[in-house]
């Protein structure tokens, strides 16, 4: 995925491996506390970002763009749910990446999924889920 931060004016983006956590509608990922992205997230905690396959052709183009709240998951009572998918999904992760767990509660998502024809675009809004083109 890439996650878009910005703090008084200055934005930024990082590219990050993530995992799904779907009781919580949570992105959960790994990175260091020192990084640009982490340091800006901690300061404002409204972020946004993208994640989509590379598809061959257009046609079979498929991404979302998201809005939602950061959060560090050290002091949530979800930290082991959270951890355990993300290290099912990147066991190498636990071994080469000296990183804490971190997460986006997602409020807002708007999936182009161009295998349902051309220009077709799904809303999901923490409360509804509707249907553009």
Request: charge should be positive.
């Amino acid at each position: 995925m890439t996650l878009a931060t910005s703090v008084e004016g200055m934005p930024y983006c990082a590219s990050l491996f993530y995992a799904f956590l779907p009781a919580n509608d949570m992105l959960v990922f790994k990175s260091a506390p020192q990084t640009i992205h982490i340091q800006q997230a901690l300061k404002n905690a409204s972020v946004a970002g993208t994640i989509h396959a590379n598809p061959i052709t257009i046609l079979k183009l498929q991404g979302i763009q998201f809005t939602g709240i950061f959060t560090p998951l050290s002091e949530t009572d979800i930290f082991d749910a959270a951890s355990q998918v993300y290290m099912k999904k990147f066991p190498f992760a636990g071994v080469i990446l000296q990183a804490d767990f971190w997460a986006i509660k997602l409020h807002h998502i708007k999936m182009t999924d161009n295998r349902l024809g051309f220009g077709k675009k799904l809303i999901w809004d923490a409360s509804k889920v509707t249907e553009i083109g």
